[in-house]
T-cell receptor, first 115, second 112 residues
Framework: EAGVTQSPTHLIKTRGQQVTLRCSPI?????VYWYQQALGLGLQFLLW???????NRGNFPPRFSGRQFPNYSSELNVNALELEDSALYLC??????????????FGPGTRLTVL | SQELEQSPQSLIVQEGKNLTINCTSS?????LYWYKQKYGEGLIFLMM?????EEKSHEKITAKLDEKKQQSSLHITASQPSHAGIYLC????????????FGSGTKLNVKP
C-alpha cells in the first residue's frame, strides 16, 4: 500500500514569491494535516482538512492557505514568502474522523528554502 | 512556550547502551504519541499511549505513560546505530484532539 506522498521534495524560492505544495494521502484516508517544521522550532500544526473542508488551523497568518480536492489530495499555498517560511513542510493523513484518536501517517516532507 | 517538554535535547550514546527520553506535559494528556524522524525526513509513528500506567513495546523500544498522564518516557534497550534520529512526542488537547502539538524533539546519536 502506497504511503503519503508529497511533492516537490525540495523547493527554492525568493522573498515575496508564492509556492504550492502538494500531498496525496493514503488511499481511503479522508483527513489531511499540514505541519511546518522550522529549524529550532519543532513541529507546528498548520492546517487540517477533512472531507474537502478546512476543519482547523494553527497560529499561522492567512497567507498560509490550502484546499482539499474530491480525491482527498491536498495543496498548501503560501503567499508573499518570507525568509522565516524556510522549513520542512510535512503532510499527514488519517482515516475518517471517528471521535477518537487516529494514527497520523506522515509523508516525507517538502523542504522549502526562501532566499 | 512549549506545551510538551522533552529531555534531553540531545543524546550521544555508545552502541549497546540503554537510554531514556522523557516527555512532560503541564496538562493531563488525552493521548501521547511517540515518533521518530530521520534527519530532514518525515515522521515515523512508533506508538501511542492513552491509559494512565500504560506501557507498550516495539522491538527494543518501550514507552510508558505515567498514572497521572502527564509524563511519558521512551526507553531504548541495547541501542544500535539504526536508532539514531530525532524522537518526538506529540499530543492533542482533550477537547480539540485534531490540533496536534509536539515536543521540540530529542536528537539521538549512537556511536558504533
Amino acid at each position: 500500500e502506497a504511503g503519503v506522498t508529497q511533492s516537490p521534495t525540495h523547493l527554492i524560492k525568493t522573498r515575496g514569491q508564492q509556492v504550492t505544495l502538494r500531498c496525496s494521502p493514503i488511499s481511503g484516508h479522508t483527513s489531511v494535516y499540514w505541519y511546518q517544521q522550522a529549524l529550532g522550532l519543532g513541529l507546528q500544526f498548520l492546517l487540517w482538512y477533512d472531507e474537502g473542508e478546512e476543519r482547523n488551523r494553527g497560529n499561522f497568518p492567512p497567507r498560509f492557505s490550502g484546499r482539499q480536492f474530491p480525491n482527498y489530495s491536498s495543496e498548501l499555498n503560501v503567499n508573499a514568502l518570507e525568509l522565516e517560511d524556510s522549513a520542512l513542510y510535512l503532510c499527514a493523513s488519517t482515516s475518517a474522523y471517528s471521535g477518537s484518536y487516529n494514527e497520523q501517517f506522515f509523508g516525507p516532507g517538502t523542504r522549502l528554502t526562501v532566499l | 512556550s512549549q506545551e510538551l517538554e522533552q529531555s534531553p535535547q540531545s543524546l550521544i550514546v555508545q552502541e549497546g547502551k540503554n537510554l531514556t527520553i522523557n516527555c512532560t506535559s503541564s496538562k493531563t494528556l488525552y493521548g501521547l504519541y511517540w515518533y521518530k524522524q530521520k534527519y530532514g525526513e518525515g515522521l515515523i509513528f512508533l506508538m501511542m499511549l492513552q491509559k494512565g500506567g500504560e506501557e507498550k513495546s516495539h522491538e527494543k523500544i518501550t514507552a510508558k505513560l505515567d498514572e497521572k498522564k502527564q509524563q511519558s518516557s521512551l526507553h531504548i534497550t541495547a541501542s544500535q546505530p539504526s536508532h539514531a534520529g530525532i524522537y518526538l512526542c506529540g499530543a492533542a488537547p482533550r477537547y480539540n484532539f485534531n490540533k496536534f502539538y509536539f515536543g521540540s524533539g530529542t536528537k539521538l546519536n549512537v556511536k558504533p
